[in-house]
């Protein structure tokens, strides 16, 4: 292939491409974007032209491209599987699980995708070939949902996959992920706490819990320690891996709280059996409000948007061909909310007015 010179100075543009390669602008786009609609020759032949000119993608055009096809309803022939641990138990059937898949099964029907939702031992697991099950579904693309804990025994050809993975998944398995901003949403609770007044605060929940996260919510917390102007006390964390009435309760006596922050809704009815006032012994701010019907102070996680985001972020892998482990796993994080509720005390001020 020899490149023919061009008499100006402009940069190469998509046609160059093409006619280096002997095929359209449009090929050219799609070969350059692994479209599965090009055969991988052509492929190769118009990345080699693309290398030979020097030629790089116009951002602003590959935007609005990627838009685009955000918003086209695709048939696409192929579905998506969202990777569900069974070891959540009947947790699979809560609130919070249902979420993700509203959010996927929102983005699926919009993108023209079929989702498959399969546990990973009951479905996967047990065969000698899983890998042959998700083929035989036509499953290009897979949603890991978050791990019960930070390890995953299914040995799938993840070569063979666009995959994005929802929380943190496991070191040996970096793929791109979506998640909660973790660290974020502890400094909106501690905010929040410091202008209710609460000055002696405490971390408690299970430690599989912190390490899911990466420890990103003790971290949220352990800053306050170290900021100058912190009007917070921080007091030891109770992170234990049995997270038990008697272990919570214990610590409780010892360190003397004010306000708990936690993932576990469980330490309301701990707290109410101990003859605990919530909140006016003692106050609690769930770190996500999502994994419970129990009304409680504390942060709406918008599950529903990150399996949206999820299914989004894989379709744009899949329209690029990229599979298996990236180079340089990237995160998309969303941002949770503050919600009000009857687990913490109202206002200094606001409790003042209505005394008078």
């Not at 190469?12 to 609609?37: E, F, I, M, Q, W």
């Not at 949770?336 to 209505?354: E, I, Q």
Request: proline letters at 6%; aromatic letters at 6%; charged letters at 25%.
């Amino acid at each position: 292939m020899t490149a023919r010179p061009r008499s100006d100075s402009r940069a190469p543009t998509l046609a160059d491409v093409g006619k280096l390669a002997g095929v359209s602008a449009t090929t050219a786009s799609y070969a350059l974007r692994n479209d599965a609609r090009v055969l991988a020759a052509t492929q190769q032949k118009v990345r080699a032209a693309a290398a030979q000119l020097g030629y790089t993608p116009d951002p602003v055009l590959s935007a609005l491209v990627a838009r685009r096809d955000l918003n086209r309803k695709h048939a696409v022939g192929t579905n998506l599987a969202a990777l569900v641990d069974d070891r959540w138990q009947d947790n699979i059937r809560a609130g919070w699980f249902h979420a993700f898949l509203d959010g996927m099964e929102r983005a699926c029907r919009r993108l023209g995708y079929a989702l498959d939702v399969m546990r990973i031992s009951r479905d996967l697991e047990a065969s000698n070939r899983p890998d042959s099950i998700l083929h035989g579904r036509g499953i290009r693309g897979i949603v890991l949902l978050p791990l019960f804990s930070p390890t995953l025994s299914l040995r799938l050809n993840w070569d063979r996959y666009s995959v994005i993975a929802v929380g943190a998944p496991p070191k040996e398995l970096p793929f791109h992920r979506v998640g909660s901003a973790a660290f974020h949403a502890v400094q909106i609770i501690c905010d929040k706490l410091k202008q209710l007044g609460y000055r002696r605060i405490g971390l408690a929940h299970p430690l599989m819990a912190e390490k899911r996260l990466g420890y990103e919510w003790l971290g949220g917390l352990s800053k306050e320690i170290f900021l100058p102007d912190s009007q917070l006390e921080i007091v030891p964390p109770c992170l234990p891996d049995a997270f038990t009435p008697e272990r919570f309760l214990a610590w409780v006596e010892e360190h003397r709280p004010e306000v708990v922050i936690t993932n576990s809704p469980l330490i309301l009815d701990w707290l109410k059996q101990a003859k605990y006032r919530v909140p006016r012994d003692i106050g609690v701010a769930l770190v996500s409000r999502d994994t419970t019907d129990v009304e409680a102070a504390g942060l709406a996680q918008h599950l529903d948007i990150s399996g949206e985001m999820a299914i989004e972020q894989l379709h744009l892998l899949l329209l690029r061909g990229e599979t298996g482990f990236p180079l340089s796993p990237k995160e998309t994080l969303v941002r949770p909310h503050w919600v009000d509720g009857p687990t913490l005390r109202k206002h200094k001020a606001r409790r003042a007015a209505k005394r008078r």
